[in-house]
């Protein structure tokens, strides 16, 4: 039975938890659990004005990508006491949501005002519901992300580059606006000697063990019209995963791997893509908005060296969404400070200078200001990139569907096992079994 490999969320009671139970006094520390990366850094500069308006100490843990799951969900499936607040992945919601795990906001931010019409649609959809497109919050969206791509500018500027392309493609080179200009770009550049070093065409997600190349392959599918469901909330499958323009999708994602990424790529995720950008060995790659103030500001790829842009179409034009909320852990005896945090985190002044660090807000007054689009060189895509979003199953059961969907796209894009219509005819199957475990089917 798949249900016992069901790690995620454990099957543990769910606590009744409401902000109207705690009378405690207001907590003197609370510690916020998110991943080890350049956001938590700034979130840390940024929680400094809270600790001198309020008086309490803010503790972090932050957990390297790679462990941040099995690290922080066991704390929630222990019932641990680490953390009071969670800056949790998106596709945890349903779990914490559904055992107890995490507060349910609605009464908090009808008491504050807190309305979540201040926020960009698709991270309330994405990071604060559970279920999904109903009016139950659960967090407050924290971190807008999305998987985009950036690429060697000064390389694609060059004159002699230029024409070379132009010769080879019938085309300029400029960024790609298909899938198809992506594939036909990085043939370009791969194994081509550049400053006399060679170089290879793009970076890519690979990763098997956690959600590397399912975040990566789903940049493909969701631009040629992979869909989960035919109709939404009805698991029914086939025909939405497995569709001939899903198959085109994955078919181009193998073909870029195989094609244009440096040797030896086959369990690359996030700090493998920066490094082969940062390195000088890719001419494009791709990777999370979150890391791309870190990219501007390298010494070596950033400033004028290096370019933006959004993930190109295919049938349709859609990005794979990143990000998180921040949530109050349910058996927190900090209640009151951790929905003082909440409560000064969603100021809009809080919220310009979150994004002025280096964190991506998702107000409204942030992302709806006059400057926004010119405060940033990527500003502009990733107002495009959030407006275009998918995202992966918020089941309670994702775990085990992650892992299966991990294990059909490396078997097929890393492993050379089998066709794309088998990869997705079988994952078909996969899911179809977990949700026959939950009652869903």
């Not at 099995?70 to 680490?82: A, F, H, K, P, V």
């Not at 040629?224 to 078919?251: C, H, I, Q, R, W």
């Not at 996030?270 to 490094?275: A, P, S």
């Amino acid at each position: 039975m798949k249900s016992v490999v069901r790690w995620a969320f454990g099957l543990a009671s769910a606590l009744a938890a409401s902000t109207s139970v705690s009378n405690v006094a207001k907590a003197s520390e609370l510690t916020l659990c998110w991943a080890a990366w350049d956001p938590a850094n700034a979130l840390v500069e940024l929680s400094k004005d809270f600790t001198a308006k309020s008086g309490i100490e803010m503790k972090f843990e932050f957990v390297p990508w790679p462990n941040f799951a099995d690290r922080i969900l066991n704390e929630l499936n222990s019932r641990g006491s680490l953390c009071d607040l969670i800056i949790g992945d998106s596709q945890w919601i349903g779990g914490a949501a559904e055992n107890g795990q995490y507060v349910k906001l609605n009464d908090f931010f009808k008491k504050e005002g807190i309305s979540m019409d201040d926020y960009m649609p698709a991270t309330v959809v994405g990071y604060s519901q559970w279920p999904k497109n109903t009016p139950n919050y659960w967090a407050l969206p924290a971190m807008g992300d999305a998987n985009a791509w950036f690429y060697r500018k000064d390389w694609f500027s060059r004159p002699e580059i230029q024409e070379e392309f132009k010769k080879a493609t019938g085309r300029d080179l400029t960024v790609p606006q298909t899938w198809a200009e992506l594939l036909e770009t990085a043939k370009f550049f791969q194994g081509k000697e550049i400053d006399g070093k060679k170089v290879y065409g793009a970076a890519i997600f690979t990763e098997r063990a956690s959600e590397g190349i399912t975040m990566g392959a789903t940049q493909a599918l969701y631009a040629n019209g992979f869909k989960y469901e035919n109709t939404p909330g009805k698991y029914d499958m086939k025909g939405a995963v497995n569709s001939a323009d899903a198959v085109k999708g994955l078919e181009m994602y193998k073909e870029l791997y195989k094609c244009c990424t440096p040797p030896g790529y086959t369990d690359a995720y996030m700090g493998e893509t920066l490094d082969a950008f940062k390195s000088g060995q890719a001419a494009m790659a791709m990777n999370w908005f979150a890391f791309f103030p870190g990219l501007v500001k390298d010494e070596n790829v950033g400033g004028d060296k290096i370019g933006f842009f959004v993930n190109p179409k295919g049938t349709t034009a859609a990005s794979t969404l990143g990000g998180q909320g921040i949530s109050v852990v349910a058996n927190t005896d900090n209640m009151d400070g951790a929905l003082e945090y909440i409560k000064w985190f969603a100021q809009p002044d809080v919220q310009k200078k979150w994004w002025s660090l280096g964190g991506y807000s998702c107000s409204n007054a942030v992302l709806n200001d006059p400057s926004f689009k010119d405060s940033q060189p990527f500003a502009a895509d990733f107002l495009v990139a959030m407006n275009q979003v998918q995202d992966f199953w918020q089941e309670p059961s994702y775990a085990q569907l992650m892992q299966d969907m991990q294990k059909r796209l490396h078997d097929y894009v890393v492993a050379d096992q089998g066709t794309a219509q088998e990869a997705l005819d079988k994952l078909v199957d996969d899911w179809t079994e977990v949700f026959q475990d939950d009652g869903k089917m």
